[in-house]
């Protein structure tokens, strides 16, 4: 059973920071690209950064890069998404994709379609 275990959400001011990790099991994790997304309220799913199997490329959107940092531990099955210079329009669930590519190129990444199992989600809200 394919398991994505988001957490480390919470309330940030802006400029501020949050680690967010997902802790995956049922699948050989080191096989798959892993991406995170968000929603905002009212708003749809939003692609926000990826990374290939081995960790060795990463992938973001414009509007986090530079300012999010996505890597990975295979030996420890997690994900994690470092977000730093936090602004109040980065306020939205995160969520945990599994990607069905081991290496994506920056239009796959984008794809929400080639994602075949997603998380519950962490809620980031940055607000002063």
């Known amino acids: 059973q394919v398991q994505l275990v988001e957490s480390g959400g919470g309330l940030a001011q802006p400029g501020g920071s949050l680690r967010l990790s997902c802790a995956v099991s049922?699948?050989?994790?080191?096989?798959?690209?892993m991406s995170w997304a968000r929603q905002a309220p009212g708003k749809g799913l939003e692609w926000v950064a990826g990374i290939v199997s081995d960790g060795s490329r990463t992938a973001y959107a414009d509007s986090v890069q530079g300012r999010f940092t996505i890597s990975r531990d295979n030996a420890k099955n997690t994900v994690y998404l470092q977000m730093n210079s936090l602004k109040p329009g980065d306020t939205a669930l995160y969520y945990c994709l599994k990607s069905v590519f081991p290496f994506p190129g920056y239009e796959l990444f984008q794809k929400l379609q080639e994602y075949d199992y997603r998380g519950q989600g962490t809620q980031v809200t940055v607000s002063s």
């Open positions: 049922g699948f050989t994790f080191g096989h798959y690209a």
